[in-house]
């Protein structure tokens, strides 16, 4: 009797030991499959599993044990028929447990999935259109005067969601989520560009569109372009890189591009950069009734002049002042900084009939640079004219201006203004 009891109770044992020791194997492996906030939710899961683990196998237990007991009382021969059905049974229960499991654990995949855990990555991919505009608060009514335009496949960071008003056509559901409030750039986490984009315009798995391009192009005489961390010229600066350096175009904030640059984002001003087709078509559609600073006529008037005047810088070169073009080149700039500039006091034109003839201005702006220089005559042939003609504002009078050069140059040696009408010397400088 007393080998018996010994017997059974180092059987148990040792059960026990190897239960114990297969439950800490398995904590184990999900510490370190789940990490510490998936191991911190499975605690407070487990708290719950015991209660109703407690509930559902209250007695059962106990109520085998005795069963099994009484059949090997009444015949031991018996006894194995009643283990095979406790058996059964406990196995059906746990397929059925586990069924169940399967099912409802499914159930709750989705419900998490359609509100995701944050801060998440996400990326711009609008229902309609090349891309999305970024606001500074969750506000449909300032979708028409964004602080910035993004294109399709943008990389963002949602840090939060929120429900706002929203235009008609989103079709937003009332009590779900309708805002994102993301980070572009920046490390994506306590850093980057922040601002509200309609959730309806991003999605979590990166789509197949591809951002544009451009090259680097504002470096003038040092062949390099400034680039910088923030929007303004006040920010650090991020990196100076070669002119001709291809950047991807992620959006744009008023006058600043949006880049990135080996998968960093830096800002850089739109004058400094030699958008592809591509890239100016889209962020052309995108553009607002108005930034936060411009509207859009003065942006399409902006962008118009520049195209216009692309033809001259390249018959001229980038870096040559307008007061180097012809003549007649002067007078075209002059009638677009009309169209697309407005008002403003100094207007290049053609003489006309009552004026003072070309030929006739520079010959008394030669005499006047002679005798500046206390000379009866100056070397003509040595020398390169640069004539302009030119009012001031809507009316009379009008004037010439001379810029006189050394010999194919732009070396400036005199500069002299004489009225339009009879030649007489306005001013003189060196």
Same mark, same amino acid.
């Not at 990490?35 to 085998?64: D, N, R």
């Not at 989705?110 to 309609?128: F, R």
């Not at 075209?332 to 003489?351: F, N, R, V």
């Not at 050394?406 to 400088?429: A, C, F, I, M, Q």
């Given at each position: ?6 017997k ?15 439950g800490m ?9 789940l990490?510490?906030?998936?191991m911190?939710l ?9 209660l ?13 044990t005795r069963?099994?007991? =009484? ?6 021969? +018996? ?31 989705l419900?998490?999935? =359609?509100?995701p855990?944050?801060?998440? !990555?996400a ?8 891309g ?8 449909a ?6 602080m910035?335009?993004?294109l ?8 939060e ?18 805002w994102?409030?993301v ?11 922040p ?9 979590? =798995?990166?789509?197949?569109?591809a ?8 470096g003038?005489?040092?062949? @390099? ?5 923030? !929007? ?30 080996e998968g ?24 607002p ?8 006529i ?6 118009n002049?520049n195209?216009l005047?692309?033809?001259?810088h390249?018959?001229?070169? +980038? ?8 003549l ?17 006091d ?7 009939e009552?004026?003072?003839?070309l030929?006739?201005? =520079?010959?008394?702006?030669?005499g006047a ?19 302009? @003609? ?11 201006? @001379? ?11 005199w500069h ?15």
């Amino acid at each position: 009797m007393r080998q018996s009891y010994l017997k059974n109770a180092a059987l148990m044992t040792g059960a026990d030991i190897l239960l114990r020791l297969a439950g800490m194997g398995l904590r184990i492996w999900l510490a370190n499959a789940l990490g510490g906030e998936g191991m911190g939710l499975c605690q407070l899961v487990l708290a719950v599993y015991s209660l109703f683990v407690t509930l559902a196998t209250a007695g059962v237990s106990v109520a085998a044990t005795r069963l099994m007991a =009484e059949e090997l009382a009444r015949s031991p021969a +018996e006894a194995r028929g009643m283990l095979h059905r406790l058996l059964l049974a406990g196995a059906g229960l746990g397929v059925l447990a586990l069924a169940l499991t399967a099912v409802l654990g499914g159930a709750l995949a989705l419900v998490e999935d =359609e509100s995701p855990a944050l801060p998440l !990555n996400a990326w711009v991919h609008a229902a309609e259109g090349a891309g999305t505009v970024l606001l500074t608060g969750p506000s449909a009514n300032d979708v028409n005067c964004p602080m910035g335009i993004y294109l399709n496949g943008t990389p963002v960071t949602v840090v939060e969601l929120c429900e706002s008003s929203a235009l008609l056509e989103w079709n937003s559901v009332e009590g779900e989520p309708n805002w994102a409030s993301v980070l572009i750039a920046g490390d994506g986490d306590t850093s980057g560009i922040p601002g509200w984009m309609p959730l309806r315009d991003l999605v979590y =798995e990166k789509p197949a569109d591809a951002l544009p391009t451009a090259t680097l192009a504002g470096g003038e005489e040092s062949g @390099f372009t400034t680039l910088y961390t923030l !929007n303004h010229r006040e920010s650090d600066v991020a990196a100076l890189e070669r002119d001709g350096t291809g950047v991807t175009v992620l959006g744009q904030l008023d006058y600043w591009l949006h880049v990135s640059l080996e998968g960093e984002g830096m800002f850089m001003l739109m004058e400094d950069a030699a958008l592809s087709d591509e890239a100016d078509a889209l962020l052309y559609d995108l553009l607002p009734d108005r930034f936060d600073g411009i509207t859009r006529i003065q942006y399409d008037n902006d962008r118009n002049l520049n195209r216009l005047l692309k033809s001259m810088h390249e018959k001229y070169g +980038e870096n040559v002042p307008v007061e180097f073009w012809s003549l007649e080149d002067k007078a075209w700039y002059g009638q677009l900084e009309e169209m697309y500039l407005g008002a403003h006091d100094h207007y290049y034109i053609l003489p006309g009939e009552d004026d003072l003839p070309l030929e006739e201005a =520079e010959q008394i702006a030669l005499g006047a640079y002679a005798e500046a220089w206390g000379s009866d005559a100056v070397p003509a042939d040595e020398l390169e004219l640069y004539p302009g @003609f030119y009012r001031l504002g809507h009316s009379e009078p009008v004037y010439w201006s @001379f810029y006189i050069c050394e010999k194919d140059t732009y070396n400036v040696l005199w500069h002299v203004e004489l009225d339009g009408k009879t030649g007489e010397p306005r001013g003189s400088r060196g």
